[in-house]
């Protein structure tokens, strides 16, 4: 598995390999157990910025250029653009990121 996220004392992890998606990022809608059903599941990076939570981003210099046009713009605004479901978010004033490199 490319991404690996985890939730605890109200801090996430994602590592950006080149193969993660933006989407495991900001959220995406999935199957529920009734065809034809589908529910919206946030991603780790909008669940820190709606909820004020810290987010630790791995070996960010290896993140795909998408990941990187979702990041840019909420560092420069504090604004999160989410296609398909809502809009956009502001971010909480708790918020915080935090990135490593190789």
């Not at 690996?4 to 157990?33: P, S, W």
């Not at 990041?71 to 809502?86: Q, Y």
Request: with cysteine.
């Amino acid at each position: 598995m490319c991404t690996f996220c985890f939730e605890h004392d109200e801090k996430y992890l994602t590592c950006l390999y080149t193969c993660v998606r933006v989407q495991a990022l900001i959220g995406t809608y999935r199957c529920t157990d009734v065809p034809g059903q589908f529910v919206w599941q946030p991603g780790s990076l909008l669940c820190a910025v709606t909820d004020g939570h810290w987010l630790l981003l791995e070996d960010l210099d290896s993140a795909p250029m998408d990941i990187v046009s979702v990041l840019v713009p909420l560092l420069e605004t504090g604004t999160l653009s989410v296609p398909g479901h809502g809009g956009e978010v502001h971010a909480n004033p708790n918020f915080r990121i935090f990135a490593t490199r190789r």
